[in-house]
């Protein structure tokens, strides 16, 4: 199948053995410096890194193909429509009618675009790496109660698991002659209607089975649960936190105080 | 009499990433009203295979061609008027507000008239008994009346070819036996029949030929019951031929015969050697 099914990609490198919470405050962290500035060259930066984080953790292509193949194509409708609808300042390369495209505008699309594609990636460095009970695990010691950290790991399990059925739905609309990419875009839209009732309608019916499954198997049982395996904060965890928590403030200072990031270029 | 295959594939591989194929080197012809049964492992390309019948996969390499016209460059949409594919889980075709509403979709998209539409859906409505359930959401009916809606979704269609991927899984002995006299009577009527299935009874009763397929190559492709006879080929696909062919195999000595595929057979092969006896 051309699918991933499983976002957790089963391994033993160090970003694997990094405590679950260590990951979680890196993309909050993370994900607030990338939301607060707006430079190219920043989001470029965080795309690379977040890159070389997964390698070296031994994440395959295969999985860092999957979130290009994802993110792509949103990154670069959002660069385009950017540059089309705001006018940039600046000398314009090109001035037509409303469209006034500039060097400004230009960067700022782009940037935008890679903010979408490096937070993406942050978020499966976490993903890739981190077993679901190890999620839940991470999420219930920050304080989450348990029946949220389950509710929030099983809806990422999903995501692929419904990327799979929406193929096989458009597979099976297809089938009965649905044209999705013929005529105007408001036409292909309203072809994907068929699409998205079969996708709800089976999305609340896994929902509800999984829901019954959940309380047959006894959940909900016992208030205070306990861990097979209790998760361990070792003093490398300890020191890269340490890392993480001073480089977000260095950077946070910079950024408020002396307007790092701030314009695109 | 020469009959015209109505699908053909020569050579044809799929992969559905780079790696080792689904499909490895598939040659078959498919005669027209044919009656197939596909049967293989979970894995082995059943339904790689039936999925390039109506284009919803294009060969890596190699051809496949349906009523002589090659399907690698033909929308699924124009195929569909052809190959009518009934998918595995009915949930996944399922969105209409009416079972009406369900029916059309497929009829509709070909361009029909209304009046054409409303006639093929009222035939198909009637043919599948679900005259009762019309103005009903299908979505809220049974498992057997929402696999019952959606074969007769395709059907409307009439398309020439019809492919049904597991029609009874999950359905009960009643529900089965009613959907399989449906499709049995559709191939009666003229339909080639592709029937997709782990129920090596259901295929032994009705199919009249079979193709067995491994880890995406051909094993086996001749009449049903040339098929159920070889016992050790069938092994290598971890496939157990019907119990009722294995009885009569294993009292070949006794003057059974060992083509024997179904109860009705093996009653009438017995009574036969009774009487002969007598």
């Not at chain 1, 068929?194 to 309608?201: K, S, Y």
């Not at chain 2, 009903?136 to 009916?141: I, T």
């Not at chain 2, 782990?198 to 009763?205: G, S």
């Amino acid at each position: 199948m051309s699918l991933l099914y499983d976002l957790y990609q089963p391994g033993d490198s160090w970003l694997h053995r990094l405590d679950p919470r260590v990951k979680f405050i890196f993309v909050l962290c993370a994900s607030l410096l990338l939301l607060l500035m707006r430079s190219l060259w920043v989001m470029l930066i965080a795309l690379v890194g977040a890159q070389l984080i997964l390698l070296s953790g031994g994440i395959s292509w295969r999985r860092i193909g999957w979130v290009w193949r994802m993110t792509l194509p949103t990154m670069v409708l959002i660069a385009v429509l950017w540059v089309i609808f705001y006018p940039g300042e600046g000398q314009a390369l090109l001035s037509w009618r409303f469209l006034r495209i500039t060097p400004y505008n230009i960067a700022e699309g782009l940037a935008v675009a890679l903010r979408i594609g490096a937070l993406a990636f942050i978020l499966f460095i976490w993903l890739f790496s981190t077993s679901q009970s190890a999620l839940i695990r991470g999420l219930v010691a920050l304080g989450l109660p348990y029946t949220w950290g389950l509710t929030l790991a099983m809806a990422l399990r999903y995501l692929p698991t419904m990327a799979g059925i929406f193929q096989l739905i458009s597979d099976a609309q297809r089938a009965r002659a649905l044209e999705l990419d013929q005529g105007n875009p408001l036409r292909r839209a309203r072809a994907h209607l068929p699409i998205v009732v079969a996708m709800l309608i089976t999305a609340l019916r896994t929902a509800q089975n999984l829901s019954l499954a959940l309380a047959s198997r006894a959940f909900g049982a016992q208030r205070k649960r306990t861990h097979l395996h209790p998760l361990h904060f070792r003093p490398l965890d300890g020191l890269l936190l340490a890392g993480i928590l001073l480089a977000t403030a260095a950077l946070l200072w910079a950024r408020l105080a002396l307007g790092l990031g701030q314009e695109p270029l | 009499m020469n009959i015209q295959p109505c699908i053909r594939t020569e050579g044809l591989i799929y992969r559905y990433e780079p790696g080792y194929p689904a499909l490895n080197g598939i040659d078959l012809e498919i005669p027209e009203h044919a009656y197939l049964g596909i049967i293989g492992q979970n894995g082995s390309g059943k339904t790689t295979l039936v999925k390039h019948f109506n284009g919803l996969l294009k060969p890596t390499a190699g051809e496949v061609w349906v009523y002589g016209r090659a399907t690698s460059s033909r929308p699924v949409s124009e195929l569909a008027r052809t190959v009518g594919y009934v998918f595995q889980n009915p949930d996944h075709q399922i969105f209409g507000a009416t079972t009406r509403e369900e029916i059309s979709f497929g009829p509709r998209n070909l361009g029909l008239s209304e009046a054409e539409v409303e006639e093929r859906t009222e035939e198909a409505l009637a043919a599948f008994d679900l005259e009762a359930y019309a103005e009903l959401p299908p979505a809220v009916l049974g498992f057997g009346l929402r696999r019952k809606v959606s074969v007769a979704a395709v059907y409307a269609m009439r398309p020439p070819i019809l492919i049904l991927d597991e029609p009874t899984s999950g359905l009960d002995w009643r529900s089965a036996r009613e959907l399989m006299a449906l499709v049995d009577r559709l191939h009666a009527q003229g339909h080639t029949i592709i029937l997709i299935s782990h129920d090596m009874r259901l295929i032994a009763q009705h199919t009249q030929q079979t193709l067995v397929l491994q880890e995406g190559r051909v094993l086996l492709y001749g009449s049903t019951r040339e098929v159920f006879q070889q016992h050790e080929v069938l092994q290598q696909a971890q496939i157990t031929p019907p119990q009722i062919n294995q009885l009569a195999s294993r009292l070949a000595d006794c003057g059974l015969p060992q083509d024997v595929l179904t109860v009705a057979e093996f009653c009438q092969a017995y009574n036969r050697l009774k009487e002969a006896r007598e």
